[in-house]
């Protein structure tokens, strides 16, 4: 089977093709760029040295496939999605143009009407591990955004035990991968190293994607992030308040029911030790999400953190997850790495 | 006039040596450490090289004079107050010990009754610019822990202004200066480095000052840490719940109107550039609290990004900011490093 | 195929068992611990968690195995070796204990004659690249240290070719996870970030390896370290004075000829672009050592720019190349990883 | 009296600015900068937030003052060389423009003939500890690079003492400001952080001056320079290979005669302790160089550490420092700052 990375010269498709690269049934064949057409894909991602003599080609090159993975900046695979579905019988976009399910929601988050809202319904949204049913058969397949990612991770289990939650805070670090590969003063090295910087305080759009995903009231989602001086890595802490007598013994119970059978969710939470909770240092280049968690007894709060690789299980692992998921593969295929430490 | 440091060879110590060494009204005579008795402060304090020839001497040695600071570890400070009082009449203590005004309040945040309880009202607690003026007559001043300068700063003038406030969450991003000098495995730099540890998710002590300083109900506050990897710095993001139908405009004549006159608060709030909200790098060794904020216009919550040096205005700064307001001196004495960019 | 690590506790230990538990063709049976007898290596090794059940053993609990990983501190394979051959044929040593061929050179540069200066001809020194034929036969192999790696990869081809080297300026660049898990002050992460420490100046060890290497006179090698604010890697300038004409394509020639088998040899060396010369940040977890060089038009100097990873080519990496090499498998087996960008 | 800079938004124009606001005897009141004039320098400089109301000026706009600093980039101030004397009779050159006393040496360094070579001889160029006479007079400064002040520094005692040199090689380790304020991919963050980046193996530009002011042979002098992830700092390892017969207790001798009367070199070689050699994380925002040595007992090399901030001792401060020998000031005014630890 053949892949086929359409927008390769990012990040993310530098990870995509990394994992493809690597994949034990799957090759990677495709993968384009307009500005760096006819040039080396190492050129772009200089730690595929060695690996690989695939060079970018034209979006207009693209001949037909089994796969496309669609990794362009925001509101170029709706565009063109057409064309896109005439290559390809399975695409999956790591874009946000189809993560949302409805319309209105799009429009409040996008500040502008979606171009194709009759495909909204048509693609699986998600995380691997909620909508792994739902993935089996999809043919269009969209990603969730990272933040996202380890929002989802860490409310599914509450959600699903039924827990009447008031709302949330979600407060989220994050590394300046996450603003993609475009320098500009605020990323030059001078400015940036050293500093902790507040970049979205209210009206982050991943914050829709956990409205969506558990139909909650947007009220009922309060999403901050900020910035550290780290390439990879998502930390979020997520504040809950609700209506609960739960102690921590039953948050237990209630995460290893949600996620006995997930090979990337694993729960951190020790008494004692220097690993006590979940940390993204531990997760790079890996497509684990950890989640730990605690019960404020001052105010009933339940917090629980949670931390990925905001490339890999928020994006590029994701995907190939989703990938293994639809052809029916192992999950885990390509995706072994265990991460480093230190 | 000459001043003591009981406590100093730790981080606080250092610079409350650096800031003295260099204060134009006041000189520091005396800086006590168990373990260095005898040896030059250089040792512990390497910045100071060439401005000093002061030796540590040992607690004991101490002799009277006009004002002591107490930068000891928690618990040794109300363990011998009757001892320092003797030894000056003004004393700064910059530990945890008379934070409180309450001895339940201490006793539910640090497990154990306060050994001195009535003691702690004749200590004025505070972060300057909210208690300068119980400051200026005080003996006996009890200095803000950092977290609790950052979060009461960013909430002072909402109070002042009397926002009827339902509860607030502050999601604090510390450097790793905070734990202070005591070496760990957690804190060696192949683990500490490139983590985004969260050490302190529900029953953090500074959130006690918070309650106490507001009169809050100790449900209503509810406060996360986590450290990261930069060595100093202080940024919280206060998410604020309350019943209000402020605008932007709005809080920026709170803010004003609460901190016109004092020299150490900037807002910060820029709609473009590099700098549009408070970032710690650039306050490093400075006595700034630069304050921003933003309204969520979906759930009406207010977010305060709080930001400040942990050692300097969360500590030894703000600690001679207060001798200076108890001194009669220009209330910036000694204080006006402006930091460094970039 | 069985193996076990003696030592098992540290850094270089946990890349091992990283590496080991993924080998496909080996397993990881038995790690040793003293201080953490009885417990799961999870514990010292977070990376692993979910990867592995495996619980640390005392060494004098280890049973007779196939190939015997030595990753213990300076001083203590020798002390014990007559032990560990009898537990297993085939032992590969990472540490220095039997690193050089002469016992007089180990008492100039370790300060006390060798323990066991009989066995250090039993032992096949080296860097793969440079001793594959010797290791073939080897059942006692002494893994070389990260910075002499880096300067013997760097150097070999020149010497090969016959390069009439007058004298060697070596100016390592290395990371902090060179100086082990043991915590000290001056490995606290606030005295330890930032830092751009000079560590030893002169007499560094690994220099010694290089010397014998390749019969060097002492006086020809200069070898000077500095540690950074990195947790892995090792950037070796090699400043070479040496009577020749060289150009820069004849190095070209010269560096392929002597590696162009060499799966984890990359020269780079780019006329424009951002990744013009090897840089270990694309190394990370990689058994690669990259290589650029440059001609000093002005003094003739030969610059040789060499890059690693000092836990994995520069240690457990190299180790389980070597065993690759000694039991016939592909060289690779177990080393794919190509590290991360960004 | 008066200053102006000229080329004011850039990192050095940024630490002049500071300087100058708060220096007891001299006013800064112009500043240019063409692409942000009219904006206030606080844009460019967020560090002076509160501590100015001043804005940037169009170059032509400049009126005659007492002293001008030029902060431009290469060339520039060459080429406007003779407005810039009629706007102010003392001048402080902080570009490479005027560094070098020949202009054949200029032409093999920089490439293309020096445009007023006539003046080459008028600027008195230098490190301040080492021409200090003849700044007291001088009209025309031209401040030292700060890798060449670096090397300058560590060097100047040794020369003074007559000893015999037979080449050496600087091996600098550098933070990412030296590059100044323009982005491009290679300073963005992701990519940026974490680098080891060698970017000048040969044929660095400062090393002419070390050339020049020691009227070395070219060939004498092998420089390299590595770029950290670090913002400010020089770190240069100077291996000396001369005939000499000196002991470390002479170096001491030699050191201390030389710079007994410099408030801002300091010599930093501890035998036990965490701070034994000099490092630049203590010199950050600082004047001073610190000096530490070693001599190699086996291959004789002498090695000579010294570390400096390069926008300071490297730039800004040392033109503060030239300004006030020049004015007769006391050389420390404005310059007292003692940086920070931790």
Request: charged fraction near 25%; proline fraction near 5%.
């Amino acid at each position: 089977m053949k892949a086929a990375i359409i927008g390769g010269s990012g990040y993310t498709g530098g990870e995509l093709a990394r994992l493809l690269l690597d994949h034990p049934k799957i090759g990677l064949t495709q993968i384009t760029s307009r500005s760096l057409t006819g040039k080396y894909i190492v050129n772009a991602h200089p730690h595929l040295r060695g690996k690989t003599k695939l060079k970018f080609i034209h979006p207009q090159q693209v001949e037909p496939t089994d796969i496309l993975f669609l990794a362009m900046p925001h509101g170029l695979s709706s565009k063109n999605i057409e064309t896109y579905r005439e290559l390809g019988s399975k695409i999956i976009d790591l874009s946000a143009d189809f993560r949302l399910s409805r319309g209105d929601l799009y429009e409040q988050f996008y500040g502008e009407p979606h171009p194709h809202e009759e495909l909204l319904q048509e693609f699986v949204y998600g995380v691997v591990e909620v909508q792994k049913d739902e993935m089996r058969d999809a043919d269009l397949i969209s990603s969730a955004g990272c933040n996202a990612t380890a929002s989802i991770l860490g409310l599914h289990p509450l959600i699903e035990a039924g827990l009447d939650i008031d709302h949330i805070v979600v407060d989220a670090k994050v590394g300046t991968s996450e603003g993609g590969k475009d320098e500009n003063l605020g990323t030059h090295h001078p400015e940036r190293s050293g500093s902790i910087r507040s970049y979205q305080p209210t009206g982050h759009r991943h914050s829709a994607e956990v409205i969506d995903q558990f139909g909650f009231d947007p009220g009922q989602v309060s999403f901050s992030a900020t910035a550290l001086d780290q390439i990879r890595g998502v930390l979020a802490t997520i504040h809950i308040f609700a209506d609960h007598d739960l102690e921590e013994k039953d948050l237990w119970k209630i995460y290893r029911k949600s996620y006995h059978d997930d090979p990337f969710i694993r729960i951190v939470k020790e008494r004692t030790g220097h690993f006590r909770y979940p940390d993204p240092k531990l997760l790079r280049g890996t497509n684990y999400c950890d989640l730990g968690f605690e019960i404020d007894p001052i105010t009933n709060r339940i917090v629980i953190i949670s931390a990925l690789d905001n490339l890999m299980k928020g994006a590029a692992g994701q995907a190939i997850q989703a990938m293994n998921i639809q052809q029916g593969f192992d999950e885990t295929l390509g995706l072994e790495f265990s991460g480093l430490h230190p």
